[in-house]
Antibody, heavy 117, light 110 residues
Framework: QVQLQESGPGLVKPSQTLSLTCTVS??????????WTWIRQPAGKGLEWIGR???????NYNPSLRSRVTISVDTSKNQFSLNLSSVTAADTAVYYC?????????WGQGTLVTVSS | QSVLTQPPSVSAAPGQKVTISCSGS????????VSWYQQLPGTAPKLLIY???KRPSGIPDRFSGSKSGTSGTLVITGLQTGDEADYYC???????????FGGGTKLTVL
C-alpha cells in the first residue's frame, strides 16, 4: 500500500519561500509508474493543481504559479518537494501531495500552510 | 475562476439519482480523459472515476461517468447519506500544459 506524508512549516512569512516535502512509502519514487503531484485547497474553496514531476525529472506547472514554483525529487530519500517563492496571504491553503498512476491514486492527508507575519 | 465549470450544488433524496456536469473546452475535456474525485468533509479527495468512465477497485457501480464532446458527467444512483460530499472533475489542458479542476459541486442528500 502506497502512503504519502506531507511535512514542512505550518507558518510562512509573506515574501518568503514555502517549502514542503512529501515522503513516499510503499513505492519507489524513481520507478516511473507514477506522476508525483502537488495540489492545494484554500479553506472553503476548490482544488488547485500546482504541478507534477515524473520519475525522469520532467515537470509541468500551473501557468498561474509557474514563475514561483519548483518541484523536485530526492530519490535517496524517496521524497518529492515543493518550493513556492514570494508567498502572499493568497497562498494560504491545505497542500496535498498525490501519487497517480490510474487507477491507482494516493493522497497525503494534507498540511495547512498559513502565510502571515 | 476554474477552467472547468461545475454547478456549485446539487441535491436529491436518498435512493434517488443525481447528475453532476463538468463543462470544459476543446483544449481540455475534448482531447483528454476526465476524472472525478469525491471529497468528504475534512479529508483528502478520493478518485471515483478515471478514464472518463472507469472505476478504481472498491468504488461501487452506483457511481458512473461519461464524456461527450467538451463535457463530462458524473451520475450517482441509489443515493445514500454517506454520499454527501464535494465532487470535483479534473483533466489535462493541452493549451496550459497543466492539470485543471472544476470548482467543485456540493452534494446534499436530503
Amino acid at each position: 500500500q502506497v502512503q504519502l506524508q506531507e511535512s514542512g512549516p505550518g507558518l510562512v512569512k509573506p515574501s518568503q519561500t514555502l517549502s514542503l516535502t512529501c515522503t513516499v512509502s510503499g513505492a519507489s519514487i524513481s520507478s516511473g509508474s507514477y506522476f508525483w503531484t502537488w495540489i492545494r485547497q484554500p479553506a472553503g474553496k476548490g482544488l488547485e493543481w500546482i504541478g507534477r514531476i515524473y520519475a525522469s525529472g520532467s515537470t509541468n506547472y500551473n501557468p498561474s504559479l509557474r514563475s514561483r514554483v519548483t518541484i523536485s525529487v530526492d530519490t535517496s530519500k524517496n521524497q518529492f518537494s515543493l518550493n513556492l517563492s514570494s508567498v502572499t496571504a493568497a497562498d494560504t491553503a491545505v497542500y496535498y501531495c498525490e501519487a497517480l498512476a490510474a487507477p491507482f491514486d494516493y493522497w497525503g492527508q494534507g498540511t495547512l500552510v498559513t502565510v502571515s507575519s | 475562476q476554474s477552467v472547468l465549470t461545475q454547478p456549485p450544488s446539487v441535491s436529491a433524496a436518498p435512493g434517488q439519482k443525481v447528475t453532476i456536469s463538468c463543462s470544459g473546452s476543446s483544449s481540455n475535456i475534448a482531447k483528454n480523459y476526465v476524472s472525478w474525485y469525491q471529497q468528504l468533509p475534512g479529508t483528502a479527495p478520493k478518485l471515483l472515476i478515471y478514464g472518463n468512465n472507469k472505476r478504481p477497485s472498491g468504488i461501487p457501480d452506483r457511481f458512473s461517468g461519461s464524456k461527450s464532446g467538451t463535457s463530462g458527467t458524473l451520475v450517482i444512483t441509489g443515493l445514500q447519506t454517506g454520499d454527501e460530499a464535494d465532487y470535483y472533475c479534473g483533466t489535462w489542458d493541452n493549451s496550459l500544459s497543466s492539470g485543471v479542476f472544476g470548482g467543485g459541486t456540493k452534494l446534499t442528500v436530503l
